[in-house]
T-cell receptor, first 109, second 116 residues
């Protein structure tokens, strides 16, 4: 089976940095995605890692270690609008996405 | 960027009726589309993979006679929830891939189905 774990909830302060971890055990691997989802809306693409290392894109960075089955999403200079659910998803061969349960991030002022 | 349009965004139907949800890729041809279901405060659960011109591949536990998927063209896939029941009430989301080698999926806006 496929197993993707991420924390259920996190709280951080506006302006701070937060790291959301994701560990996975899947039958295949064709890359790892991070999505942001606000309640009642579709997921929005944040990042994609297929090779080990850090990918930086503005305030968001994502890291992947394939040997450890581990990824994290780093959000810097947190803003109130960053309050959302963050979904870790592994692409299997055939490009099916298997999602983790999501991490609800609450940003407080 | 690639745009995927899903329609309707919200629908309320009576038990026993059928509801069709459309997923269109507006500015690209989608060789593969995926249908997901999401329960409140839960993550997306893949229901089926839809390939243009062939039968959909359903995930384990998903009733193919209940959730009919048709991918009639490279820009349109439909999901029909047949004989809907209140437990079918959920958020349904489609996504599309631009090509066989494309890994980034583009999501539709989602459809909130409520069966009363």
């Amino acid at each position: 089976g496929q197993n993707i774990d991420q924390p259920t909830e996190m709280t951080a302060t506006e302006g701070a940095i937060v790291q959301i971890n994701c560990t996975y055990q899947t039958s295949g691997f064709n890359g790892l995605f991070w999505y942001q989802q606000h309640a009642g809306e579709a997921p929005t693409f944040l990042s994609y890692n297929v090779l080990d290392g850090l990918e930086e894109k503005g305030r968001f960075s994502s890291f992947l270690s394939r040997s450890k089955g581990y990824s994290y999403l780093l959000l810097k200079e947190l803003q109130m609008k960053d309050s959302a659910s963050y979904l870790c998803a592994v692409a299997l061969y055939g490009n099916k996405l298997v999602f983790g349960a999501g991490t609800i991030l609450r940003v407080k002022s | 960027g690639a745009v995927v349009s899903q329609h309707p965004s919200r629908v309320i139907c009576k038990s026993g009726t059928s509801v069709k949800i459309e997923c269109r890729s507006l500015d690209f041809q989608a060789t593969t589309m995926f249908w997901y279901r999401q329960f409140p405060k839960k993550s997306l659960m893949l229901m089926a993979t839809s390939n243009e011109g062939s039968k959909a591949t359903y995930e384990q536990g998903v009733e193919k006679d209940k959730f009919l998927i048709n991918h009639a063209s490279l820009t349109l896939s439909t999901l029909t929830v047949t004989s809907a029941h209140p437990e079918d009430s959920s958020f349904y989301i489609c996504s599309a891939l631009r090509g066989a080698r494309d890994t980034e999926a583009f999501f539709g806006q989602g459809t909130r189905l409520t069966v009363v």
